[in-house]
């Protein structure tokens, strides 16, 4: 049996959670689809459904992830989140995508460019890693007009609807106040949006990984399938896999499947569950490219195998593992196709 190993996206889940958070919360304006890391390890292919669907603008980490949407999509607005180089500020012109000042030093030499750029201004409210937290950095690059327009400010939140995310939302808040007239405020991000009432003075939203479930009634959409290589059945005593050590202790049966850690699937999985027609396996050894799981006699070789997905969920995984479901997503090889359907 030849590999086949892919990454199947549910359509339908996808557009139902989308229309679900721009139905409950459609207080906003701007809907930003964050699509970094290949889409959160659904590839680049959503966007469409995306745009059909509610969203209206991009975020993405850096400008190789920018060039790669552009390819397929010409029109939409993409917002990089993370600093460009001053080299690549030419191909943001060219291409209509607007960039994150984050700095003021930085903001100095992009003005010295010259280069005609939309931007938003990032803020630090709390979480010390990107941003301005200089009330007068912040006004002199409001107050100076030149090659660059400020089209958004933003923040982000380090915590979820605690005492600390108010805390941040005042000091976006006096930061920001003389800022007049700028057209797009964002600050809540998936988890804010759902715990939090909006924040009455911000017009966008960051949707990353609600749209992809795990919030309210939203469902997941993402599934790693591969295919069964080989069956064979095995004594109680026979070493399975490297190092000859693992053994089932009964007669039984393994299947060899064509999925490794090098496609996504961490070493640490070993013991958890997949599963095979709504049922679970455990997986007893992790190769580079292949991986091995006890099975019984309803298991055919024509049968799939969901290292993702049915019973075992993002959810399950990134539990049992002890990870965000981020992580889950966004190690998935961005080389296996996407299916979506």
């Known amino acids: 049996m030849e590999k086949n190993s892919f990454v199947l996206i549910n359509k339908n889940n996808l557009i139902n959670n989308i229309k679900n958070l721009t139905n409950k919360y459609g207080d906003y304006e701007y809907y930003f689809g964050v699509v970094k890391a290949n889409g959160y390890g659904h590839g680049y292919d959503i966007i469409d459904i995306l745009l059909e669907n509610g969203i209206n603008y991009l975020a993405v980490a850096d400008i190789g992830e920018a060039l790669e949407i552009r390819e397929k999509n010409k029109d939409v607005k993409i917002l990089i989140l993370e600093p460009v180089s001053l080299d690549e500020l030419y ?35 709390g979480m010390h890693r990107l941003g301005l ?10 107050n100076n007009k030149n090659n660059l327009y400020m089209e958004g400010v933003f923040s ?34 998936s988890f804010n949006m759902v715990k939090h009432p909006k924040i009455p003075f911000c017009n966008g939203c960051r949707l990353g990984l609600a749209m992809y479930g795990f919030f309210d009634d939203n469902k997941e959409t993402f599934n790693l399938v591969s295919n069964i290589l080989q069956i064979k059945d095995v004594k109680a005593d026979d070493l399975i896999s490297y190092g000859a050590k693992i053994k089932l202790g009964h007669d039984g049966r393994i299947a060899i499947i064509g999925i490794g ?18 049922k679970k396996y455990k997986i007893l050894a992790i190769c580079m490219n292949m991986a091995i799981i006890e099975i019984d006699e309803s298991v055919s070789i024509l049968d799939s195998v969901y290292f993702i997905g049915g019973q075992t969920d993002v959810k399950y995984v990134s539990d049992y593992l002890n990870v965000e479901p981020y992580e889950v997503l966004s190690i998935v090889n961005p080389k296996l196709k996407r299916v979506i359907k």
Do not use: W
């Open 91 to 125: 191909t943001c012109y060219e291409n209509n995508f607007t960039i994150t000042i984050s700095d003021y030093a930085y903001y100095l030499k992009v003005s010295l460019s010259g280069i005609k750029l939309n931007f938003h201004l990032k803020i630090d409210s």
């Open 133 to 142: 937290s200089d009330p007068k950095e912040i006004m002199s690059i409001y």
């Open 156 to 189: 982000h939140f380090a915590t979820e609807n605690d005492d600390y995310v108010e805390a941040q939302i005042n000091n976006f808040k006096r930061l920001t106040a003389p800022l007049k007239d700028v057209p797009i405020i964002h600050m809540a991000n």
């Open 261 to 278: 850690y090098s496609d996504g699937v961490y070493k640490k999985s070993v013991g958890r569950y997949v599963t095979i027609n709504n």
